[in-house]
């Protein structure tokens, strides 16, 4: 059996390792995150989380997802 | 008695008071304090999801986004850089265009860079956002940040959290004057009475978070400062009487025994 490559990308400043060729919408699903309470940056670009599944990551790519929490 | 709503951006508000909805000891507490404020409009920051806790409570499970109106806020920006990324992630979040631009200019006494809330507040809106601005207390800012676009004027009292009370009524009281824009106070507030006064000067409304969150008794003071904002409406739309300095018998003079 062919060994798929793993890839390393930050989440949320977290180093994490993914399969190469994952799409967006895998690693979001993967984390259980429900996708209308964030937005998510990709390399500090906002992505439309209509689009997600169409977007393959690479080595080193920066991921962050916010959502709301308290504050004044 | 008319209806007498407070209307921001096009939208109409019952309650005059809005509510931060940080600092508090739980999520659940924090609900039921804007429960008994009666505020409409909560203030929310925005921040990293905590991937490595997937079953931490998440805000929106206790503050319905359908019923309270979230106001996302910039809290901890420092430049116009940090405050503009934070917004546009906020309105991708879903759909959010009314905001609260706060943009930072020293770490100790949190008061605001004017000059880059000015800058951001030109590209918010022209990027449609429906921008309420934090902002110092002085009038010529306040007109600047006017003719930007903003929708909705916002001057501290005093410093973020000091609960010190309006410190500048006179400054307050000018921009009152020359703004058609909702003008409402935030940050610096302590306790109701600071907001009947900021009422009372002509304010539109009110931003409370630390008073209410670490009050001794959160929940009696939410409902404190909901009837201190609509105590101070009201002396306001009544019409005080003059200032004088000499006394004036409440009682007839005439027929005397």
């Known amino acids: 059996m062919k060994k798929i490559k793993k890839i390393k990308i930050k989440i949320n400043g977290e180093i994490k390792s993914i399969y190469q060729d994952s799409n967006l919408s895998e690693v979001i699903n993967n984390l259980k995150i429900p996708l209308n309470k964030v937005a998510i940056e990709l390399n500090e670009e906002i992505i439309d989380k209509k689009k997600i599944n169409k977007i393959k990551l690479n080595k080193n790519d920066k991921i962050e997802i916010v959502h709301f929490i308290g504050g004044g | ?257």
């Open chain 2, 1 to 257: 008695m008319k209806k007498d709503s407070l209307i921001i951006a096009n939208k109409k508000f019952n309650s005059r008071l809005i509510v931060g909805t940080g600092k508090y000891k739980s999520m659940s507490d924090c609900a039921k304090a804007i429960k008994l404020s009666g505020a409409e409009i909560v203030t929310v920051a925005v921040r990293r999801v905590n991937i490595s806790d997937k079953n931490k409570p998440l805000l929106m499970d206790y503050i319905d986004p359908k019923k309270i109106t979230y106001l996302p806020n910039t809290a901890g920006c420092f430049n116009s850089k940090e405050a503009l990324r934070t917004l546009r992630l906020a309105r991708e979040i879903g759909g959010w265009k009314l905001v609260k631009l706060e943009v930072l200019g020293d770490k100790k006494n949190l008061f605001p860079d004017m000059i880059e809330t000015l800058k951001s507040t030109e590209v918010l809106a022209k990027e449609g956002f429906k921008v309420m601005v934090y902002c110092n207390d002085d009038p010529l800012m306040a007109k600047r940040l006017e003719n930007s676009g903003a929708d909705a004027i916002m001057p501290l009292a005093a410093p973020i959290g000091s609960g010190l009370g309006i410190q500048n009524k006179i400054n307050i009281q000018i921009i009152r004057k020359q703004t058609k824009l909702p003008l409402i106070i935030d940050a610096g507030l302590g306790q109701a009475s600071d907001a009947t006064i900021a009422m009372e000067l002509g304010c539109d409304g009110v931003l409370v978070n630390t008073a209410i969150a670490k009050a001794k008794k959160p929940f009696e003071m939410a409902l404190a400062f909901k009837n201190a904002v609509i105590a101070g409406r009201q002396s306001y739309k009544s019409g005080r009487i003059d200032k004088i300095l000499m006394g004036n018998p409440s009682s007839p003079s005439k027929g005397i025994i």
